[in-house]
């Protein structure tokens, strides 16, 4: 039974790894940069849904629509900003601008917010689910996220693989000179792209904060940065590996510290990955591709 | 393209104003540094360049001493400087209002980094300090006290508790508790007061505050019988899901989860112990203080949490109430025991020096040998926010005793 409920932390921590890993994998899959700013983005989401419950007395489903809303906002402005002025630049040089955007917002949020933390209330109103005569626990923000997750990840692929803007996607994904001979606005799909990709790290912040209730200016560093491990676990670029990396992330930090060591966890979490990245080098379910020179 | 390179040079030059305007609103600073880094020169008349800090002081026109404070004021331990800076200014300007001696604080971000605090500290010894107030902690303070041992320059640490900031210097001196008599004085009090039998500890062994404590906690507890049943971990970076931590203590049927870390943390483990059912009795140490003020938390989820701090917002006596109530009006929040220390750590050096005959112009290293005797004495205690009848030894370690402190209702009560 305990290891019942050690999983059920695991898969739970993992929906919301999977949930960040996700808009890092879209980003990378379709504008091919990695976009540290993201883990800060969810620390706004916590923020917005904070504010909208505690100063504008918001219902909370209104209020993880305000923090999405805002953070959609939000990751277009930084886009337009940043990340556009820089398309045919190197790489190296737009994630070092994506480095520079997340310092910039964790300490903009130290401006307006205050180091102080505060102490988020959990946006689920239901109550824990006793099974097994109150042996297994599982608080309602656990099952809230793994279903926000799953349905987010379906929501997703349907998305991508069946509507007009997620052929625009894959197609500026492929090849994006090509595409735009096809007549497809690379811009526009890329401020898309990100546009959602900010709305789930909304969501993430939100479940984030729901599950551990502590919001500080740094609470989105820590899980985007083990939410790009996940990302890169499962495969960059890929929305089933992002699912899949995530929650095996979760899982392997939760029984690891269970069952090896506590001190450990993260080691092993790495350990994990480095050992997965030697036998598969593009990760769980990344695409081998071959460029031709 | 042309747009382009009239818009880069509208923006250089925007860029250049700004540079220009920061001189400007800071030129008051400079002069009035230069002055006083020169007292020599202009010892006629230092009162000019001073007029902003010490507005009552025109009667004696005493230059004011130079004291540096170094802490983090921004960054994810900001909220420990921040409040030691306030807390010190409040000491520092009511001080002044007193008409007798005058200090003057410069108080310098290190973000919690041994090398920005090093950095700062130079700052402070350009700037020409006199008397250290700092660091706030630890990390940044290891590196730091070895400096000012060097420079000879006398440093009273508000907050940095680990032995290792005093270790082998002579003039280092802390205000808060030494890591380790915590460690002692919790095992002690868990026992004489009969608070559990079986106890889980979860610790964060990336932290040397943390870890200091947890050692002595231990080692004692052995002594004193004290059964201990399950010891966890996490570091700052996995410092976000309990569950495991808290399920080992349940099993192992630990009816008193001992936690010495910081707040942060802390609040996450009621939390989550709530929300899995698990009500184990819960002691923290200082750290745990500020989880009452943690704006939105459930106060609920702390009730019956014990701690030991030298420090309680609520107490009723005078200097307490006054202090509180000041911070409150000019900060709007409830000063925590950092607030209180840095505001001790100001006292503490007034009430060394106001009878002595230092000034501006006396050199650190005959302050820093003059505080040294003081302190190390015998003679001098020293009353203040953090306790009564505070002692220190030759090693810098300060003699008070904790309070015990019960949350009840969503305030502290003092358990004795």
Redesign the interface.
Known sequence: M?FL??LI?GIS?GSIYAIIALGYTMVYGIAKMLNFAHGDVIMVGGYMS?MAT?HFGWSPFSSVLFAMGVCTVLGILIEQLAYKPLRSAPSLAVLITAIGVSYFLQ?AA?LIW????????SVVPFD?LRLFD?QL?I?G?TIVTIVACAIIIVTLNTIVNKTKIGKAMRAVSEDKDVAQLMGISVNKTISVTFAIGSALAAVAGVL?CS????L???TGA??GIKAFTAAVFGGIGSIPGAFLGGILLGII??LG??YIS??L??AIVFAVLIIILLVKPTGLLGKKVLVKV | MKRKSYFTFVVALMLCLALLTGCAGNTAKPTDTAESAAPSESKTEPSGGQQTETEPGTSTNNAPIKLGGIGPLTGGAAVYGVAVANGAKIAVDEINALGGMQFELNFQDDEHDAEKSVNAYNVLKDWGMQILVGTVTTTPGIAVSTEVYNDRIFALTPSASSPAVIEGKDNVYQMCFSDPNQGIASAQYIQDKGLGTKIAVIYNNGCAYSTGIYEKFVSEAETKNLEIVSITTFTDDTANDFSVQLTEAQNAGADLVFLPIYYQPASLILSQANAMGYEPEFFGVDGMDGILTMKNFDTTLAEGVMLLTPFAADATDDLTVAFVEKYSELYGEVPNQFAADGYDSVYAIYEALKDSDVTAETSPSDLCELLIDIFSGGDFVFNGLTGENMTWSKLGEVAKSPKGMVIENGVYVGMD
Do not use: C, V
């Not at chain 1, 205050?114 to 209330?121: E, G, L, R, V």
């Not at chain 1, 599950?211 to 502590?214: D, H, L, V």
């Open positions: 305990t409920s050690y932390s921590l904070f505690t300490n130290l205050t180091p102080n933390p505060k102490s988020f209330s824990s109150g626990i608080s923000t984030l599950a551990y209730p502590i500080m200016p740094t820590m899980p930090e939760i510290k269970a506590t001190q966890s993260d």
